[in-house]
């Protein structure tokens, strides 16, 4: 074997290096804790699904963005009556699906129609429901009339849920996606990576900094580290180490940022099985579980403390946690009062994410010391806990972040896994969504807020926080999460 010279093997490396450094100004790979069950965001409500599709690989008629304001994508532009029940959207030309069949008005009423019909598995049906009629005039105007009003409509129609889909694909999205978004759907790898490639022909190409993106899931928080730092992963915006998350922020090579979500998490409550159809149970519960605890204990101190399952980013949000606080003696005299003076044995199912898996150990160890004595059952999610928990309402308690936006009302969908039943809490739901006056209608979400955290259907733990770490020569991504997405339209390397 003949050694290259020093000269040779100089002019070696100069022809390569220039590749690879080419090669990663192209290409991104994103870790996720969790893989998606499907990719058709219309479909089903793991938020897994749209952490990969949402803006990505598909687009509504508006957008959430990174400030959580609505702002034009497929429509250009709308227009609303005054009495609030017609909206009139002029969608934006020259705009086709990854398939290459055109975008039209059509479309928008086919995926609409689709979300709405007594078939559909949207897991978001009430965006739908104050639809009456869907208009086509022309090609690119819409018009939806409402039966009545709808404060959130707008809003609403930025979810991943309201996405734009067409008849020639819906059908097989959940395993080959076709949709307007800049990127293309390219292979799945099943318990891996799902691998997406620049779309030629999106519409707003110039925009578009990467040619490839890779979505790797990776559970483990150890793994997840591991990866980042051997640089087999370029961005982790959810760390499943917040214990470790300080190390990143004293590391050059790193963007650490301790951003927020929209996820509240909740120990949701089983409120038609006995011991917790009695509110003085679920009080004493929520007494027994000191905050503080939890945040410090399962998120290294990062989260806020919440008393009802509302965001403290939205401007209605009050802060209630303050009703139920933590209150052993009080939390032992209500056990007492309700018949359970000798103490309850309870199972806790809970999914592995290391938020839920931390949270429960210590959910577990504070609620022995009133004397109930707690199980935890893993149980994988999302096909174990969606089948058992959300579908069949097999437990006594379980453990989630509720990461959907403005999602309140999930206490008074019929058949919700809750099973809560509170007419006066659904009377106020109702009211809510038909009340255009935004004053008035964060007054009733005060109203709401109150009511959820003097009746406690779930125990409302804390507010899920977003501990970003990506590479230092990236820019574009998302610090905070107004809506549960992984956005990486904008995202490019830079020197």
Request: net charge negative.
């Amino acid at each position: 074997m003949t050694l290259l010279s020093a000269t040779a093997l100089a002019a070696v490396l100069a022809a390569v290096l220039p590749l690879q450094a080419q090669a990663q100004e192209d290409e991104l790979v994103l870790g996720m804790p969790i893989e998606p069950p499907n990719l058709d965001p219309t479909s089903a409500a793991p938020v897994a699904i749209r952490e990969v599709t949402w803006l990505n690989l598909y687009e509504g008629l508006v957008q959430i963005d990174r400030n959580g304001e609505v702002q034009p994508l497929l429509a250009e532009s709308w227009e609303v009556s005054e009495d609030g029940l017609t909206y009139t959207f002029q969608l934006r030309e020259g705009v086709t699906f990854h398939d290459g069949s055109s975008f039209e008005a059509e479309d928008v009423k086919f995926a609409f129609d689709r979300a709405r019909s007594p078939d559909s598995t949207n897991a978001q049906k009430q965006i739908f429901a104050p639809i009456e009629e869907i208009e086509t005039p022309d090609d690119h105007t819409v018009v939806i009339t409402l039966s009545e009003p709808s404060g959130n409509f707008l809003y609403y129609l930025g979810w991943g849920d309201a996405v734009i889909v067409a008849p020639e694909s819906a059908g097989t999205n959940q395993t080959d996606p076709v949709g307007t978004g800049p990127f293309k759907f390219d292979d799945w790898v099943r318990g891996d990576r799902v691998e997406l490639s620049r779309f030629e022909d999106y519409w707003n190409a110039d925009a578009v900094h990467l040619d490839r993106v890779t979505f790797r899931f990776i559970n483990d928080a150890q793994a997840q580290v591991a990866a980042l730092r051997a640089g087999d992963v370029h961005a982790f915006p959810n760390l499943g180490a917040p214990e470790l998350f300080a190390e990143f922020s004293g590391d050059e090579r790193f963007t650490a940022v301790a951003g927020n979500t929209e996820g509240e998490i909740v120990a949701g409550l089983n409120n038609q099985r006995s011991p917790f159809d009695d509110v003085r149970v679920r009080q004493a519960l929520m007494h027994g579980i000191d905050r503080s605890v939890l945040i410090e204990g399962a998120y290294a101190g990062f989260g806020q403390p919440i008393g009802s399952h509302f965001s403290p980013n939205h401007p209605a949000y009050v802060d209630t946690s303050g009703v139920l606080p933590y209150d052993p003696v009080r939390a032992r005299e209500l056990l007492a009062e309700a018949g359970h003076g000798d103490g309850l044995s309870l199972t806790l199912k809970t999914p592995q994410m290391a938020y839920a898996s931390r949270s429960s150990e210590l959910i577990a160890a504070l609620l022995a010391d009133i004397g109930v004595q707690v199980e935890i059952r893993p149980t994988e999610f999302p096909a174990q806990w969606i089948e058992e928990v959300f579908s069949n309402k097999d437990y006594d308690m379980t453990i989630v972040a509720h990461t959907e936006p403005l999602d309140i009302d999930i206490y008074q969908r019929d058949g919700y896994y809750f099973q809560y039943e509170n007419p006066e809490f659904k009377a106020l739901i109702e009211e809510i969504s038909v009340t255009p006056d935004e004053a008035e209608r964060f007054e009733l979400y005060a109203q709401a807020q109150q009511t959820l955290a003097e009746d406690v259907p779930a125990l409302f733990l804390f507010q899920l926080p977003k501990l970003g770490v990506w590479d230092a020569r990236l820019e574009g991504l998302w610090e905070s999460t107004p809506m549960p997405s992984n956005v990486v339209r904008d995202v490019r390397w830079v020197e």
